[in-house]
């Protein structure tokens, strides 16, 4: 899994259903790579390595703010 700020972590949880958070910054040593710090929906922020319940939701290229689009 490669993000980048501002990407959406989508998760799912037996107990909960579905929940989301905003990644924040990406720590990982490759770029793009977890751990990734993140902001859950209901505010709580926490460093996170994404299991396989875990989807990535790219942040769409219109909110780049002018950034060159990532290469692939």
Excluded: C, H
Excluded at 17 to 29: D, F, N, S
Excluded at 47 to 60: F, H, T
């Amino acid at each position: 899994m490669k993000a980048q700020a501002g990407d959406r972590l989508r998760f799912r949880s037996a107990a909960n259903g579905y929940g989301g958070a905003e990644i924040l910054m990406v720590r990982g040593q490759e770029r793009g790579d977890p751990p990734y710090l993140v902001r859950f929906d209901g505010g709580r922020v926490a460093l996170v390595v994404p299991g396989p319940d875990a989807v990535l939701e790219p942040v769409p290229l219109a909110d780049l703010d002018g950034e060159a689009a990532p290469s692939k």
